[in-house]
DNA sequence: CGAATTTGACCGGCGC
DNA sequence: GCGCCGGTCAAATTCG
């Protein structure tokens, strides 16, 4: 249980599994490790060979709600180390091959923005889960070099029961 | 009719 | 100090 303390990859944001390890499927299992358990999911990713680690250098969903307190977003130029608050947010980011970028997880997603980054000339899709409560986000954004190639980053976990 | 979706505009943070 | 980028919200529209 604790064992997840000493995950090295646990200071990395975001997870790139290969296309050919991860499919739909395991895209749905993948949810219910982050609905179960967040630590037991990192293990399993890092068990991948064909693992991508991606530094997300930069920032962090800092704001969460205008409107609502949104936790504190310390920002730190020396991130080096490690962690930065138990309530540091993750983000699980997982490259899947798919014609459509709206993946069925079961989860009721809502889309609430569209916009179009300067790195990639496809738009990135904001969703919300649909459920009040839940503070999980997703976002769904076509390979930068491979358009064929869905980018789906899931931030959060999920308050409510599953689908 | 209700809910979800769409697009645009606004805001905040970081960089230089 | 200003500019840039990314992210979010709001209103309007559309679909079921």
Redesign the pocket.
């Known amino acids: 249980m604790s064992d997840n303390e000493n995950f090295p990859l646990e200071s990395l944001d975001l997870y790139f599994g290969e296309p050919s390890k991860f499919e739909l499927p395991d895209l749905l299992k993948m949810d219910e490790w982050l609905r179960d358990d967040l630590a037991s999911f990192a293990p399993v990713i890092a068990s991948s060979e064909d693992l991508l680690s991606w530094g997300y250098g930069?920032?962090d969903?800092?704001?969460?709600?205008?409107a609502g307190g949104c936790l504190e977003g310390s920002?730190t130029s020396n991130e080096s180390r490690n962690k930065e608050k138990t309530e540091a947010k993750k983000k699980y980011a997982f490259k899947t091959m798919s014609e459509v970028e709206i993946l069925d997880d079961g989860f009721?997603?809502?889309?609430?923005?569209?916009?179009k980054?300067?790195?990639s000339p496809n738009p990135?899709n904001?969703y919300?889960c649909?459920v009040e409560g839940c503070p999980v986000?997703k976002?769904v954004e076509r390979d930068r070099d491979d358009p064929r190639y869905v980018i789906t980053t899931y931030e959060g976990i999920h308050n409510h029961t599953g689908p």
């Open positions: 930069g920032h969903g800092r704001d969460f709600g205008n920002s009721k997603w809502r889309k609430y923005g569209k916009k980054v300067k790195d990135r904001y919300r649909s986000k976002t």
